[in-house]
């Protein structure tokens, strides 16, 4: 099955630092991958859809020259989050579409910013 | 009309018996219902999903009830486990951008008691 990466799993940073996240194809090629916010306990929400060799798509709400998001490759998209506060502290994950527009989703990355 | 609307939000359930989350849509444009399982600080992993011109998908004991007139759709977990507990989630796809955008019902977080 395809299977999707995110490093790191878990980070803790001082507030004011930025903070990377990658996100990871592993067996097949993903042109489009998504990076969702969860809070405990609540939905996922789409924070922006990040295509291949172009900018991001960013939500209504989402800041985008504070989540930084980077599509290098097929199989890669990052997410920085720029001069992280405490009120960033969340799960975020991402997904990768395949060829036949299923997502699959990685296991999480669970950020806190102290 | 982008909502998916999710009942009930937390479901306890008696090993053996039969589990069943229920959603709701407004969006006729909807072309896609995954349903996803998460656990405790784990990504989101496809279960099961069907296509709205089918009523009705089963994957050993998880079926997905369509009633497209109706616009819902329904997860069943027949012989519930405990390793079922979880938190589902119903999601819905859009055809705008691509065909890329999941919108998420709010979850159901299921106990399966022995």
């Known amino acids: 099955g395809a299977v999707v990466s995110q490093h790191p799993s878990w980070v803790i940073c001082k507030s004011g630092t930025s903070v990377k996240i990658e996100c990871r194809s592993l067996d097949f090629q993903a042109t489009t991958m998504f990076w969702y916010r969860q809070f405990p306990k609540q939905s996922l929400m789409l924070m922006a859809t990040?295509?291949?060799?172009?900018?991001?798509?960013?939500e209504q709400g989402v800041e985008k020259d504070k989540f930084l998001i980077n599509h290098a490759s097929l199989t890669l998209s990052t997410l920085t989050v720029t001069s992280a506060h405490p009120e960033d502290s969340s799960f975020y994950i991402c997904?990768?579409?395949?060829?036949?527009?299923?997502?699959?989703f990685g296991p999480g990355t669970r950020l806190t910013v102290l | 009309q982008q909502q998916v609307k999710q009942s009930p939000q937390s479901l306890i359930v008696q090993k053996g018996g039969i589990s069943i989350i229920n959603c709701a849509y407004e969006n006729t444009a909807f072309d896609y219902f995954p349903w996803y399982q998460q656990f405790p600080g784990k990504g989101p992993a496809l279960l099961i999903a069907i296509r709205p011109d089918v009523s009705e998908k089963k994957e050993g004991r998880f079926t997905i009830s369509f009633n497209k007139s109706a616009k819902q759709f329904s997860l069943h977990i027949m012989d519930s486990q405990p390793g079922d507990s979880a938190t589902y989630f119903c999601a819905a796809r859009s055809p705008e951008g691509g065909g890329n955008k999941l919108t998420f019902g709010t979850g159901t977080q299921l106990k399966v008691e022995l």
């Open positions: 997904s990768a579409r395949d060829q036949r527009g299923m997502q699959f």
């Open positions: 990040s295509n291949e060799g172009s900018k991001a798509t960013y």
